[in-house]
């Protein structure tokens, strides 16, 4: 799965992507302890390999954001079983 991230210029928009690609509950509240739970709560949606086109733009636009979703990532691939999200950085 690619997921495009070149213009993303909101974590509004950030959010909405990810719940839009992975298929999230329409009760998530685009915030990022709800995409932690997302990610666990649809863990059989989450491919086995997660590209992120146009990473660089996006982690010079939004670094905070960037650093936030590695990090929900990083947390993710701890706690799963037997999914995990490799991220392919795709400039």
């Known amino acids: 799965m690619i997921i495009?991230?070149?213009?993303?210029?909101?974590?509004q928009e950030l959010h909405l992507k990810f719940k839009t690609a992975l298929e999230f509950p329409e009760d998530y509240q685009m915030n990022w302890k709800d995409f932690q739970a997302a990610l666990t709560s649809t863990s059989s949606?989450?491919?086995?390999?997660?590209t992120i086109k146009n990473?660089?733009?996006?982690?010079?636009?939004?670094?905070?954001?960037?650093?936030?979703?590695?990090?929900a990532i990083v947390a993710f691939n701890r706690s799963a079983t037997e999914v995990e999200i490799a991220i392919e950085q795709v400039y």
């Open 55 to 71: 990473w660089k733009v996006f982690e010079q636009l939004m670094p905070s954001e960037a650093e936030k979703l590695k990090a």
């Open 4 to 11: 495009d991230l070149g213009n993303i210029n909101s974590p």
């Open 45 to 50: 949606n989450i491919p086995e390999i997660l």
